[in-house]
């Protein structure tokens, strides 16, 4: 069992470079989001999706563009990467329902030049 | 506003020492609180979360209404208990996944 699987692991791009990060998941889970992690910063939500067609903005979701066009792919698209999209990215999903836990991807560490 | 918070970046104590990793929220209401850890070269996991009134590798988490706080504690700290530390909130009205995180504490347990 897979569970949350993100691709690449490593990745440095140029600024005005664009990029899509890759999330996937095989739980059959509703709920996928996009986590920045910064050093002092802990994790910010930046994107998510409640299901197939639906994702909604968090709290830090300007230069990054997301879709859901089925319920296993949630990919994070960088439109023209900047130095402060530096960072380390999770992607994770849950079952909608009480207290389920997130479960969290390998993460993506990117890098802007 | 909702907010967590985790006063102590960094948190070092030795073997068989007891450690209490501190955390805060602001929340109207009944809060769901959760404790996520991210050992080294692993990814971030669910520790523990309030409703369950559980205990995780020694691990417990009282949540105190009164002082707005979910502390994280063990009597007896062992060295594979060095990671980093979260405390999150769900998020009022969000989708269950929609947390709010604290910034981290990195526990370190010396030999």
């Known amino acids: 069992n897979a569970g949350v699987t993100q691709t690449p692991k490593f990745q440095v791009l140029k600024t005005g470079q664009s990029m899509t990060l890759q999330c996937a998941q095989d739980?059959?889970?509703?709920?996928m989001s996009w986590y920045r992690q910064d050093p002092g910063m802990g994790l910010r939500l930046i994107h998510y999706?409640?299901?197939?067609?639906?994702?909604d903005q968090g709290e830090v979701p300007n230069g990054y563009n997301v879709s859901r066009s089925t319920t296993e792919d949630f990919p994070l698209r960088l439109l023209s990467a900047a130095p402060s999209q530096t960072s380390v990215y999770f992607c994770a999903s849950t079952r909608e329902g009480y207290n389920s836990p997130l479960h969290f991807g390998n993460g993506t560490r990117l890098t802007v030049t | 506003a909702q907010r967590v918070t985790q006063p102590e970046k960094l948190l070092s104590v030795f073997k068989g020492a007891p450690v209490e990793l501190k955390c805060n929220y602001s929340y109207s209401g009944s809060p769901e609180l959760f404790w996520y850890v991210q050992y080294s070269r692993q990814r971030l996991q669910l520790l523990l979360r309030?409703?369950s009134r559980e205990s995780i590798k020694g691990f417990t988490a009282d949540l105190n209404k009164g002082e707005t706080s979910f502390h994280l504690k063990k009597p007896f700290a062992q060295e594979e208990d060095s990671a980093m530390y979260y405390c999150?909130?769900?998020?009022?009205?969000?989708?269950?996944?929609?947390?709010?995180f604290g910034k981290g504490t990195k526990l370190s347990v010396k030999p």
């Open positions: 309030h409703i």
């Open positions: 999150a909130l769900k998020k009022y009205g969000g989708s269950q996944g929609n947390l709010i």
């Open positions: 999706s409640v299901g197939a067609g639906i994702t």
């Open positions: 739980m059959n889970h509703e709920y």
